[in-house]
Nanobody
Framework: VQLQASGGGLVRQGGSLRLSCAASGTILSINSMGWYRQAPGKQRELVARVSGGFVADYADSVKGRFTISRDNAKTVSLQMNSLKPEDTAVYYC??????????????????????WGKGTQVTVSS
């Protein structure tokens, strides 16, 4: 599976950005899909994720400002409002544990892995 993220950029403090991520392939089920971020010199951290049952989970630092949504089975979006300079980071789309159909063979393959997209930079100026 490949994850394609879009929507990063430069915004002033208090501004908004919307990130989107689309997964390729025939995905049959996902444990969770969401966003992590990594700031310079820091570890990658969870921002928000939504489970296969569409239950959302947020980092405390973004609650009330960010909203995650599963647009369909293979797309997730993150609406980021009231952005702060400390939100500056590279944001990574993530799928945790999935089952997918391999089109060439028709085989259904399930794994317990984390799948990552290439990051998208979000920069918030003060």
């Amino acid at each position: 599976v490949q994850l394609q993220a879009s929507g990063g950029g430069l915004v002033r403090q208090g501004g908004s950005l919307r990130l989107s991520c689309a997964a390729s392939g025939t995905i049959l089920s996902i444990n969770s899909m969401g966003w992590y971020r990594q700031a310079p010199g820091k570890q990658r951290e969870l921002v928000a994720r939504v489970s296969g049952g569409f239950v959302a989970d947020y980092a405390d630092s973004v609650k009330g400002r960010f909203t995650i949504s599963r647009d369909n089975a293979k797309t997730v979006s993150l609406q980021m409002n009231s952005l702060k300079p400390e939100d500056t980071a590279v944001y990574y789309c993530n799928i945790n544990k999935l089952c997918q159909k391999i089109e060439i063979t028709g085989e259904i393959v399930c794994d317990g892995e984390d799948h990552w997209g290439k990051g998208t930079q979000v920069t918030v100026s003060s």
